[in-house]
């Protein structure tokens, strides 16, 4: 299928791309299902879900209990509202029934009906859920398994096959009908030269030609999104909530760094401190199950929106339309990744984040700066090839240590990427698509603990207090 800027950069909700909005996204689908298959139609009907692999070692920190009941009442993430959602949450542990719009009301104790499954991982992914429907002699009437695959992108037990059996598993740009349909870099890279554009152009006209009559609006909302974001994320203080006690650090951070501003006594390096500062803006508000900007996932939300924040604020010769660039390019090249590789930290860590998003976002700059195909290429494969081997190993289950300086360092090294390759002339050693696959070996290869589970490294060496 095609990959559009708009699967890309999902507008959502925090702390999880993948164990929240995922899993929220499936258990409305479920109840769609339903529907569809004319169920209740007057049976009782009882309603079970079974988290397995990451979604239950760490589905407690990044809240997928609370995303599947409020996709089980027929709420997805994009239209959320968080003041509706815990009243909601709070009625259906009152009453152990959801009432999605449209179907009578159906018994669902959360306590009970909602297990956590230590055990192995369901085959497809490690990010499994099987939902079930009973009738009231404990008859299963359907039964369904999803997998949250990263990124706020879910795909049936069948979807996941048909993708593995097919020789086109493209969630990139190789379908018939494109004008410029890429799986690879080189590929990509061929057809701009050969049209004698830019990536972001050819990824215009992509999208122009099947997806969006009103490009522009779209790509301005998403930058909206972002900078909103951002915003709210300045302005917030107290202590994320989860039990870490992490406090919030944007706002004085972003005190410190205005203050100073024209006194001439800033050190060189205080540029990369207004990208840390954004970084930390946009990623304390998803660990507050704030409103954010999948950039490829929540997990590595900041990256995207910081640099483009730095490169509108403090960029010389910034512009709207550099945005848009920057947004289609980052875009182009975040489809090359989940197509060819993973944007899952449950698969291959957090280099599939973080990485991702830092690549994405150094290809982005580079365009926006006016590099060369090659060098947004070579920016890209600088990014992601010094995040390989990133775990992801978060404390407690939370999108918060160290995921939120992650962002920060991520944003920083999308930077210095986009700046070095813009000293070159875009020829380098190792080209990104081989760099996308090493990273995907790399995760294949790295040990589960350090995948999402929240069972090895920094998640079980934490400070006593």
Request: proline share 5%; with cysteine.
């Amino acid at each position: 299928m095609f990959l559009s800027v708009s699967d890309i950069f999902k507008i959502g909700i925090g702390p999880s791309s993948s164990h929240t909005m995922g899993p929220m996204t499936a258990a409305a689908g479920f109840v769609e299902t339903l529907k569809e298959a004319g169920l209740p139609g007057g049976e009782a009907v009882h309603l079970q879900v079974r988290l397995h692999g990451s979604l239950a070692f760490t589905g407690k920190g990044h809240a997928t209990d609370r995303a599947v009941i409020l996709g089980l009442c027929g709420l997805t993430p994009d239209r959320l509202d968080p003041d509706e959602a815990e009243v909601l949450e709070a009625r259906v542990y009152e009453t152990e029934t959801v009432t999605p719009p449209g179907l009578p009301a159906m018994a669902f104790d959360p306590v009970n009906d909602l297990v956590f499954d230590y055990g192995p991982p369901l085959p497809g992914h490690a990010n499994g859920l099987v939902m079930r429907a009973l009738n009231k002699d404990g008859t299963v009437l359907l039964e369904r398994t999803y997998y949250s695959v990263g990124g706020g992108f879910v795909l049936t037990e069948e979807e996941l096959a048909q993708l593995a059996n097919s020789e086109d598993s493209a969630v990139g740009e190789s379908e018939t009908g494109y004008p410029y349909p890429f799986e690879t870099a080189q590929q990509m890279l061929k057809m701009a030269a050969d049209a004698g554009m830019t990536i972001a152009e050819i990824k215009r006209i992509n999208e122009l030609a099947c997806h969006h009559d009103r490009l522009d609006e779209k790509l301005d909302a998403i930058w909206q999104a972002m900078d909103s974001c951002i915003e709210r994320g300045l302005r917030m203080e107290g202590v994320l909530p989860g039990g870490l006690n992490v406090r919030r650090r944007a706002r004085a951070i972003y005190g410190q760094l205005t203050a100073e501003r024209g006194r001439n006594t800033d050190q060189p390096h205080v540029a990369n401190d207004w990208m840390s500062v954004y970084a930390i803006a946009v990623n304390e508000e998803n660990a507050a199950g704030g409103r954010v900007v999948t950039s490829p996932t929540n997990g590595a939300a900041g990256v995207v929106p910081a640099v483009i924040r730095y490169y509108r604020d403090h960029c010389i010769g910034a512009s709207h339309q550099g945005i848009r660039d920057f947004l289609l390019t980052a875009a182009a090249i975040g489809g090359l990744i989940k197509h060819n590789a993973s944007i899952s930290g449950a698969e291959v860590g957090c280099q599939g984040e973080v990485g991702s998003a830092s690549a994405m976002a150094a290809a982005g700059l580079c365009a926006a700066l006016g590099g060369t195909n090659e060098q947004i290429e070579n920016a890209a494969e600088i990014a992601l090839e010094h995040h390989l081997g990133m775990t992801c190993d978060p404390a407690g289950g939370l999108v918060q240590v160290p995921c939120i300086e992650r962002n920060a360092l991520g944003a920083i090294k999308a930077v210095s990427a986009a700046s070095l390759s813009l000293r070159g002339d875009g020829r380098h050693f190792m080209p990104l698509d081989n760099c996308i696959k090493v990273m995907m070996q790399t995760g294949q290869d790295m040990n589960e603990k350090y995948k999402e589970t929240s069972t090895g490294g920094i998640a079980v060496n934490l400070a006593e207090c």
